[in-house]
Nanobody
């Protein structure tokens, strides 16, 4: 079955960096676009970044443009989210997502806390 496993979250000071990873299994990873979402306490889940199956095209939410970079290594079945210049408002649980017509899969999430 499809599994998405995130890692790399933690506590970081404002201005710091983290790199999140998401390993996919149970599907042909290289054939699917992938997304990162986040959900802060008391808020709705929101799309952060998107990458095509080949990695040749990406898109970002305005609130992370210029700070976050999504990438993937299809040989490792892994999608990454490099987060730089982190702000306290980036504090959230970050989720890896695989979705399309009639299907949607989520990882368990990884907590990112930005605080001094």
């Amino acid at each position: 079955q499809v599994q998405l496993v995130e890692s790399g979250g933690g506590l970081v000071q404002p201005g710091g960096s983290l790199r999140l990873s998401c390993v996919g299994s149970g599907f042909t990873f290289s054939s699917y676009a992938m997304r990162w979402y986040r959900q802060a306490p008391g808020k709705e889940r929101e799309l952060v970044a998107y990458i095509t199956s080949t990695g040749d095209s990406t898109d970002y939410a305005d609130f992370v443009k210029g700070r976050f970079t999504i990438s993937r290594d299809n040989a490792k079945n892994t999608v990454y989210l490099q987060m730089n210049s982190l702000k306290p408002e980036d504090t959230a649980v970050y989720y890896c997502n695989l979705s399309g017509w009639r299907y949607e899969y989520w990882g368990q999430g990884t907590q990112v806390t930005v605080s001094s």
